[in-house]
């Protein structure tokens, strides 16, 4: 491997400076875009490789990265903070390519530099403001059709989680705090919903469906990343993920649990399963543009958006199917998540887009929107028992959604499964292809 090893090493101790730092700057854009912590690994191991390194010892944080590069008898290590993550599948996507076809040779500092700095100028977010809102109108108005909450609640959903999301993207941009931004669009989708549905006629009463129009706000990325980064005990990471998911899901909670203790909502009636072709036809079309519009809102591309609606769709199906035959919520929803995990990584082979970008938006809109309505209800009732109880049945949900992500992952990446490090010995030969394609 002597005759590949970078110039810029062999130069000496300043130029092994800059390798390090650039195998740093790879791993925190990928930290930053929302990636798992055996992603950002994988990823800087494979970007030292191609700068020469001997070795590399990474360890990843939620928003840290500290990085040991070895070259013969020298080390060097570089450690980052990087500002609080994102979700930003877009980039994610990128950096993929570029550690699957660009790392794959031996590079300089200069040339994996300068495919980062193309990669940063590809524009993010990628969706405009207007088309985000509409994208969360219409994710949340689909969660609000597969929890039964109504069609015509469905269209006060889509208004209310529209106007919610451009709240918060206006907020986000002026860099307010994380939390305060989930608590003021909470409570103006949530409000709005109710206000609306007080304000205007309907045939039945909808005030239930509010909980649908605050779904958007849901950390879906972090919370199945951080137990994707937990399954392989990589704590450092997966614990504070954990813990900022249950951070914004809890600031959720309690704003609703306000709204509804004011607006005086009533108990939501419990879904009906029957197998009948409206039944279907509407989980399916309702799953498809759920999950379509969730993808938008982690800036995915529109390649990306309609392979996980497509496997979204077909996953639900599936647990709507188990449901009307009687099976337990959170094992119709572990079956379609196991789905969900091997669909996407068939389909993100062959379209080559990375498999967390299109099994987080499908298994999203699978949590049980009627029992977190009922725990928010029965919080604000004072109704302690019923209300743990509505928990535990959520908790179970997404458990077992997780679970299946994981056993999927466990059956289909060897690399994953059985913890393969980067072979540093490995004579790369590689084909570089562009970036962004």
Not at 74 to 92: K, Q, W
Not at 323 to 335: E, I, Q
């Amino acid at each position: 491997m002597a005759d590949n090893i970078s110039p810029a090493i062999e130069a000496g101790h300043v130029e092994f400076a800059a390798e390090a730092n650039t195998a740093l700057r790879f791993g925190m854009m990928l930290l930053s875009a929302g990636a798992s912590s055996y992603r950002v690994i994988r990823a800087v191991k494979r970007c030292a490789r191609s700068l020469g390194f001997d070795n590399a010892d990474v360890l990843v944080g939620f928003n840290t990265i500290s990085c040991t590069f070895h070259h013969g008898e020298e080390f060097r290590t570089v450690v980052a903070d990087v500002p609080l993550p994102g979700v930003n599948s877009s980039r994610i996507e990128a950096l993929e390519d570029t550690a699957h076809t660009l790392l794959q040779d031996y590079c300089t500092a200069e040339e994996v530099n300068a495919a980062l700095d193309e990669i940063e100028r590809i524009p993010t977010p990628r969706w405009s403001i207007w088309i985000a809102s509409l994208a969360a109108g219409l994710a949340c108005a689909g969660f609000a059709v597969l929890n039964q909450f109504g069609y015509e609640a469905a269209l006060y959903v889509f208004l209310s989680a529209a106007v919610g999301q451009f709240v918060r993207v206006k907020l986000h941009r002026k860099h307010f705090n994380v939390l305060g931004v989930t608590t003021v669009a909470a409570w103006v989708a949530s409000a709005l919903y109710l206000t609306t549905v007080y304000l205007l006629p309907t045939t039945t009463d909808l005030s239930p469906g509010f909980i649908a129009a605050v779904l958007f706000l849901i950390p879906g990325f972090p919370l199945f990343t951080a137990f994707l980064d937990l399954s392989r005990f990589d704590f450092t990471a997966g614990i504070p993920r954990l813990f900022f998911a249950l951070e914004c899901i809890t600031v959720i909670m309690l704003t609703v649990t306000v709204v509804t203790t004011l607006s005086g909502t009533p108990q939501a009636s419990p879904a009906t399963h029957e197998a009948s072709l409206e039944y279907f036809l509407a989980g399916g079309i309702a799953s498809f543009v759920a999950v379509g519009g969730f993808s938008i809102l982690f800036n995915s591309s529109r390649r990306m958006a309609l392979v996980a609606a497509l496997i979204g769709a077909l996953a639900n199906l599936l647990r709507l199917w188990l449901l009307t035959m009687d099976a337990r919520p959170f094992l119709a929803a572990f079956a379609a998540a196991f789905v969900i995990g091997l669909f996407g990584s068939q389909m993100g082979n062959v379209v080559s887009v990375p498999r967390v970008t299109v099994t987080v938006p499908a298994s999203v809109v699978m949590i049980p929107g009627t029992a977190i309505y009922r725990a928010v209800h029965n919080f604000a009732e004072g109704n302690t028992p019923d209300a743990l109880f509505a928990v535990a049945d959520v908790t179970l949900a997404v458990l077992f959604i997780a679970g299946g992500l994981i056993i999927a992952r466990l059956i289909t990446d060897p690399d994953w499964a059985f913890s393969h490090h980067i072979n540093f010995g490995k004579e790369l030969r590689g084909e570089i292809l562009p970036i962004n394609r």
